[in-house]
């Protein structure tokens, strides 16, 4: 597709039938969920995980699903949510959102050099929305159970 500002350059001076312009025109799509106007088709997320397609309209609803992280683009960016939000979900199960100063706060991270995730412990460095675990053993266990190449993936995005 050529851009409307192209089209400009190369055709000017020429002589165009508006009416006739509408009809091959697309309109740009949001590159975002804070470009959504009237009419935008999104994706949004009920209670439980099911995924709806929607029809954006400046009102309360719409915001209130967009400031509380339920809209999306796409449907394949709202399934990833639901995916990395139930593997959240397993490995709060084992660990915490509160950091415990001068405590044991071990955390998973993705090393990307070694391609691996592995398990570090902290007791002053308090990280921006770490999930916390107060042993080394129910952090491997919530590892276990939700599975490393989940974590990677939902967690961490890493694309193999």
């Known amino acids: 597709m050529i851009k409307v500002e192209e089209i400009v350059d190369k055709y000017k001076g020429y002589e165009i ?32 995980g099911t995924i709806t397609l929607g029809s954006w309209c400046e009102n309360t609803v719409s915001k209130r699903k967009r400031a509380h992280g339920n809209v999306f683009l796409t449907g394949k960016e709202a399934e990833f949510e639901v995916q990395r939000r139930k593997i959240e979900a397993i490995l709060l199960k084992y660990g915490r959102r509160k950091f415990k100063y001068k405590d044991y706060n071990f955390y998973i991270i993705y090393d990307h050099a070694e391609l691996s995730v592995d398990i570090l412990n902290n007791t ?37």
């Open 17 to 48: 039938d508006e009416k006739e312009l509408e009809k091959v025109l697309v309109k740009p799509k949001p590159t975002s969920i804070w470009d959504l106007k009237d009419g935008d088709s999104y994706c949004y997320l009920e209670s439980e």
């Open 124 to 160: 002053f460095l308090h990280h921006l929305n770490m999930i916390y675990f107060d042993t080394k053993e129910l952090c491997q266990q919530a590892v276990e159970e939700a599975g490393e190449e989940n974590i990677k993936k939902y967690i961490f995005g890493v694309k193999d």
